[in-house]
C-alpha cells in the first residue's frame, strides 16, 4: 500500500554569514494515515526545521517526499499552494493570528478565503474555539489574549478546515500543565474522532509520552524515542 508520508533520506541544510548549518542529515521515516505522532529533541535540534519541511513551507531540501505517493519535491508552485491550503493544517511555533481580527475571524479565516459561507464559518469556528475552551473570548482581537490562549486559538485554526495532516509546532509551549494536557487530549480526540493524521513537536515528555508513537531527533536524524 502507499504510505500517507514518505520521507526518504531528506537533508536540509542552512547557509549563513557564510557558514553552512546541516539541520537534517538522512531524515527516512514513514507516517500511515490516522498515525499520532510526538516529536521531541533538544531546541535547535531541527523539530521546527523538519515540521516546514513536510509541510512544504521550506524549500531547498533534498531528498524524497512523498505525500499519498505524490512526489512533493518536484511539485509545481500551484500543486504545492493546493496541498497546504486544503490538506495541511499548521500550528506555528509563533502563533501568527492576524491581529485586526477577532479570534472568531481568525479560526474563522481558512474558510473564509475559500469563500464558504460565511454564518457557517463563524458557526464551526465557535464549535472550533469552545473545543479549545475559549468560546468565552471569541470576540477578543489577539492584542487581548493571553499567550497560551492565542496558541489555543491558533489551533482551533488549524482545524478549520479538518486537515488530513495536522503538523504542530509545541501547541502546548505557553500552556500551564493542566491547559497543556487539555490540548494533548484534544490532539487524541481530533485524531480518533475526525481521523486527522498530527504530528506533534513538543518540550514536555510527559505529554510525549501519551501519543501511540514517539520519535526524537538528534544530530539531524530522527529515531524512535525510548522510554
Ligand atoms: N533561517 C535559518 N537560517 C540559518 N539557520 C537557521 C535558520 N532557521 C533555523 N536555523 C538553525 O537551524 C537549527 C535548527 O533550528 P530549528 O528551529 O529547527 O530548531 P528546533 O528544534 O525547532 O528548536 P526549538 O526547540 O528551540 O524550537 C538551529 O541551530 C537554528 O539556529
Ligand atoms: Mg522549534
Known amino acids: 500500500m502507499t504510505p500517507f508520508l514518505e520521507l526518504k533520506d531528506v537533508h536540509k541544510s542552512y547557509f549563513l554569514h557564510g ?3 546541516d ?11 490516522g498515525e499520532l505522532v510526538s516529536l521531541i529533541g533538544s531546541s535547535g535540534s531541527g523539530k521546527s526545521t523538519f515540521l516546514h519541511v513536510m509541510g512544504t513551507l521550506d524549500a531547498a531540501a533534498s531528498g524524497t517526499l512523498r505525500f499519498e505517493g505524490r512526489d512533493v ?10 496541498l497546504r491550503n486544503q490538506t495541511f493544517g499548521f500550528v506555528f511555533q509563533s502563533h501568527f493570528l492576524l491581529p485586526e481580527f477577532t ?10 478565503i475559500r469563500r464558504q459561507d460565511r454564518k457557517a ?3 464551526r469556528a465557535r464549535e472550533l474555539l469552545d473545543r479549545v475552551g475559549l468560546l468565552a473570548r471569541a470576540d477578543h482581537r ?6 497560551g490562549e492565542s496558541q489555543r486559538v491558533a489551533l482551533a485554526r488549524a482545524l478549520m478546515l479538518k486537515p488530513a495532516l495536522l503538523l504542530a509546532d509545541e501547541p502546548t509551549g505557553n500552556l500551564d500543565p493542566a491547559t497543556g494536557e487539555g490540548i494533548h487530549q484534544l490532539l487524541r480526540e481530533v485524531n480518533r474522532d475526525l481521523g486527522v493524521t498530527a504530528v506533534v513537536v513538543t518540550h514536555n515528555e510527559t505529554l510525549a509520552r501519551l501519543m ?9 536524524r530522527v529515531v524512535t524515542a525510548e522510554g
Open 19 to 21: 557558514k553552512r548549518i
Open 23 to 33: 539541520v537534517l542529515r538522512g531524515v527516512s521515516l514513514t507516517i500511515e494515515k
Open 73 to 82: 519535491f518536484a511539485m509545481n508552485d500551484a500543486e504545492l499552494a493546493e
Open 103 to 112: 479570534a472568531a475571524e481568525n479560526v474563522a479565516m481558512p474558510g473564509l
Open 121 to 123: 464559518c463563524d458557526l
Open 142 to 147: 489577539p492584542g487581548e489574549l493571553s499567550g
Open 212 to 220: 501511540p508513537r514517539r520519535l526524537r531527533i538528534s544530530e539531524g
